[in-house]
């Protein structure tokens, strides 16, 4: 049995990471899966109940914003006031920052064997609370099988792990409902490269540093032998066992009577799903991108545990840049695409 620990309980969490157990956190993006950074037996069992491959290298989570600088190695001035910046305008918060690893502090367990590593300061006070009790940074891939949708409740953590892990600190659902942004900060120069897209954006980072040249995400498929800067992106995610198809408002009628005599579930706007009365199954999204966010991977979810249904429809929003990070996810969950 897992034990659902109450957020002021965060101390039993910590003990139970102190003894090389896993223990699941909240945080502001998504729930992890939390094991000490140092303890290697910890970290691998990550990797075993995940199903994750080994050549992915995870986070590391801090409870205060300054210990980047006991974690990272020792950086040129410029650096150590571009991370400054960073963290003092987006941390607490969904941006993790790839930075070069302090030699000797974690294991290739942790870093996949880079000399880099992705740090981050979740914005959530119990998992602060149990870091901080910990001693040491926990690691943090979201608390997933691999390859399913990221968990935002507790609930989804549960489904996935009842058994296979010692505890979860339990919370409300998670504030933002994806992951954090990726910046890899590593180089030489005065350049940040988004690895993967969050609710950190490159126009809020222009803002913060204005003479920091930010190269945004870009989405492509990769072919085979090409080997992505941020090892998971290459990875097909947060997939349900059922198809996902991604359609765009204007297709999704279209697509709809397409699909005649198939069990459709549709996660749509609210004012879209109001005017849909041939589908009888339907998430509402809300009407807000951060809505659409928060509420995308418990759709996926809710509709993939519903025997009833044979596909899985989701509104695709215009590629803009407020909707980068939700279009990347559906889209890495879908198996078509009407745009
Ligand atoms: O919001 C989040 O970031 C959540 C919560 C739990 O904090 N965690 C999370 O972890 O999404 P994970 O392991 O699922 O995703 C981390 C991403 C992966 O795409 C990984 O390949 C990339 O960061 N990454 C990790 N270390 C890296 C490194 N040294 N260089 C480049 N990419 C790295
Ligand atoms: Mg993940």
């Keep these: 049995m897992t034990e659902i620990i109450k957020a ?14 896993l223990v699941a956190f909240p945080t502001e993006t998504v729930f992890g899966l939390g094991a000490v950074a140092n ?22 989570h801090i409870s205060r914003a300054e210990d980047i600088f006991t974690y990272a190695a020792d950086m040129s001035a410029e650096k150590v006031t571009l991370i400054t910046t960073l963290i003092k305008v987006f941390w607490p918060g969904p941006l993790t920052l790839i930075v070069p690893t302090r030699v000797g502090m974690f294991g290739p367990v942790v870093t996949g064997g880079l000399t880099t590593v992705g740090i981050r300061m979740p914005d959530h006070q119990a998992t602060l609370n149990m870091i901080t009790a910990t001693g040491f940074p926990i690691v943090g891939p979201s608390a997933n099988i691999s390859g ?25 659902p998670t504030r933002v409902g994806v992951e954090s942004t990726v910046l890899d900060v590593s180089s030489s120069d005065h350049k940040a490269h988004i690895l993967r897209p969050g ?27 090409e080997v992505p800067k941020a090892p998971g992106m290459k990875y097909r995610h947060y997939s349900p066992n059922l198809p996902v198809y991604a359609v765009s408002t204007e297709k999704i009628e279209y697509v709809i009577a397409s699909l005649k005599g ?14 849909m009365p041939t589908v009888n199954i339907k998430y509402k999204l809300g009407s807000s991108i951060a809505e659409f966010t928060h509420g995308l991977f418990d759709a996926l979810r809710t509709f993939d545990d519903n025997p009833e249904l044979d596909i899985i429809l989701v509104q695709l929003l215009d590629d803009k840049e407020e909707n ?9 969950a879908s198996s078509k695409v009407f745009e």
């Design 8 to 21: 002021d309980q965060f101390k039993e969490g910590a003990a139970l990471l102190k003894k090389g157990e």
């Design 39 to 60: 303890n290697e037996e910890a970290v691998k069992q990550v990797y075993q109940v995940k199903g994750r491959p080994s050549d992915n290298p995870l986070i590391v």
């Design 148 to 172: 399913k949708p990221s968990p935002t409740q507790s609930k989804h953590v549960y489904h996935d792990f009842n058994g296979k892990i010692a505890g979860i600190l339990d919370s409300e």
């Design 199 to 225: 609710a950190v954006t490159a126009s809020m980072l222009r803002q913060a540093v204005p003479d920091l040249e930010v190269q945004d995400f870009e989405f492509r498929q990769l072919d085979d032998a």
């Design 262 to 275: 198939k069990n459709i579930g549709l996660a749509a706007s609210n004012q879209l799903l109001e005017n």
């Design 324 to 332: 980068q990070a939700y279009r990347n996810r559906l889209l890495k």
